[in-house]
Nanobody
Framework: QVQLVESGGGLVQAGGSLRLSCVVSGSILSINTMGWYRQAPGKQRELVAQIPYGRTTTYADSVKGRFTISTDNAKNTGYLQMNSLKPEDTAVYYC??????????????WGQGTQVTVSS
């Protein structure tokens, strides 16, 4: 069974850094798209960053220049490096991926979410 397992969230002071990881567990052929979303209390889930395989990386305007998304396809892992964190970055962060299964079907998956809290 394929799952996305996230880690790396926590509490950090404003200006600090965190790195989120998203490990794809289970047997797949490849990661087609890896992305990170976030949802703050009372707000809709929003796209933070996305890296489609072989195409241009996309960032939300609010995180450009501070966050970096990357993938390690050999480890089936995605990362979100978050620098210069601000209190408004506080949210639950979700990993999202479109994965190519061994039966050559592309399917979307969500991680369980990891809390990021930035104190002022």
């Amino acid at each position: 069974q394929v799952q996305l397992v996230e880690s790396g969230g926590g509490l950090v002071q404003a200006g600090g850094s965190l790195r989120l990881s998203c490990v794809v567990s289970g047997s797949i052929l490849s990661i087609n798209t890896m992305g990170w979303y976030r949802q703050a209390p009372g707000k809709q889930r929003e796209l933070v960053a996305q890296i489609p395989y072989g195409r241009t990386t996309t960032y939300a305007d609010s995180v450009k220049g501070r966050f970096t998304i990357s993938t390690d396809n050999a480890k089936n892992t995605g990362y979100l490096q978050m620098n210069s964190l601000k209190p408004e970055d506080t949210a639950v962060y979700y990993c999202h991926a479109v994965l190519l299964s061994r039966s050559r079907i592309s399917l979307p998956y969500w991680g369980q979410g990891t809390q990021v809290t930035v104190s002022s």
